[in-house]
């Protein structure tokens, strides 16, 4: 089984740009989280979708962050304009429905200079 | 909304000894309790879980204890070896809603061989 993958791997940008992460979560999992680690704090959540629906978005840190879930498979999270804060890992996992079990993909590194 | 604390922040230990790091959840509701390991560079692997009705679990060197009453868990891990250097995240979730995973702010294990 193929895990949960994340594109890119590490991502460099100027404040004010905008920055597309994309997830690809396990085949058959209708459960997607999205989380950020900054820096030398805890993994934080962000947001939840069922299938291609958001069931829970109160980890948005502001509207500069769009996620989507077109078709319930894969999910992108947009920064537009990003910010200097805004740099730190951002993971993806995905789970089946009804198991909490969450497998983790393996983030993407977002700097903003 | 559910915060968990763990500690310590940073733990050296000597080849063959144990190791304990323990977390604190603050919402009585929260019935799951994972714990992911992170090594440098790569996804956080789910290695034990725990759920609210049983106080102990154990999978060959890596055991969870769970108190309720004191809202506390911790992770043990026997005979360290220095592949079990990583970083460990406690978490803690509630049925209902997203189901989503609140995070301690880990801990940084070193193995000295």
């Known amino acids: 089984e193929a895990g949960v993958t994340q594109f890119p791997s590490h991502s460099v940008i100027e404040k004010g740009q905008t920055v597309t992460l994309r997830c690809d979560p396990i085949s058959g999992h209708d459960n997607l989280y999205w989380y950020r680690r900054v820096m030398g704090k805890e993994i934080k959540f962000l947001l939840h979708f069922v299938k291609e629906s958001k069931q829970d978005e109160s980890g948005m840190p502001n509207n500069r962050f769009l996620a989507e879930r077109t078709g319930g498979t894969y999910s992108t999270l947009k920064v537009q304009p990003a910010e200097l804060e805004d740099s730190g890992v951002y993971f993806c996992?995905?789970?089946?429905?009804?198991?909490?079990?969450?497998?983790f993909g393996p983030g993407t590194r977002l700097l903003v200079l | 909304g559910e915060n968990v604390e763990q500690h310590p922040s940073t733990l050296s230990v000597q080849e063959g000894d144990s190791a304990v790091i323990k977390c604190t959840y603050s919402d009585s509701a929260s019935n799951y309790f994972p714990w992911y390991k992170q090594e440098l560079g790569k996804r956080p692997q789910l290695i034990i879980d725990?759920?609210?009705?049983?106080g102990e679990k154990k999978d060959q060197r890596i055991a969870v204890t769970l108190n309720k009453t004191a809202k506390h868990f911790s992770l043990h891990i026997t005979e360290t070896q220095p592949e079990d250097s990583a970083v460990y995240f406690c978490?803690?979730?509630?049925?209902?809603?997203?189901?989503?995973?609140?995070f301690g702010k880990g801990t940084k294990l070193t193995v000295n061989p």
């Open positions: 996992a995905s789970s089946r429905l009804g198991l909490e079990t969450q497998y």
């Open positions: 978490a803690a979730s509630k049925p209902g809603g997203s189901e989503k995973l609140v």
């Open positions: 725990i759920r609210s009705n049983v």
